[in-house]
């Protein structure tokens, strides 16, 4: 870890998308209490791909839709990225993965 603590905000979303690296994803997973597999990772580096291809975060419905494309339709569905982010697997991808809270996550 970085001797530095990435700035967050209140919900846990860092302040400055560039003070992300993967130690600061690690960072943030162990605030969250997810311990980071392969298969994290997958799904971060994509939605963080999605993101600076696009501009934007895509809404849940949207995101399992390029997930299967990009990734195959058995890491799209919800039971799949449930186990990875019980907690909202659109919602904690952004959060580890340095980006903004998506508009449609509560």
């Known amino acids: 870890m970085t001797s530095v603590l990435p ?12 003070d992300w ?4 994803g690690e960072y943030l997973a162990d605030l ?10 997958e799904i971060i580096n994509f939605i963080r791909q999605y993101y600076l291809q696009y501009k934007h975060l895509p809404n849940a ?4 839709k390029a997930v299967a ?3 195959g ?8 990225l449930l186990r ?3 907690e909202g697997p ?15 996550c509560m």
Do not use: M
């Open 7 to 18: 700035e967050t905000n209140e919900l846990g979303f860092l302040i400055r998308a560039t």
């Open 21 to 24: 690296n993967e130690q600061v």
């Open 32 to 41: 969250n209490d997810i311990i980071l597999t392969d298969a994290h990772w």
């Open 61 to 64: 419905r949207v995101f399992a």
């Open 69 to 71: 494309k990009v990734l």
């Open 73 to 80: 339709e058995d890491k799209a569905n919800s039971r799949y």
């Open 84 to 86: 990875l982010f019980p």
């Open 90 to 104: 659109l919602k904690y991808a952004c959060k580890l993965a340095g980006l903004p809270k998506p508009p449609t």
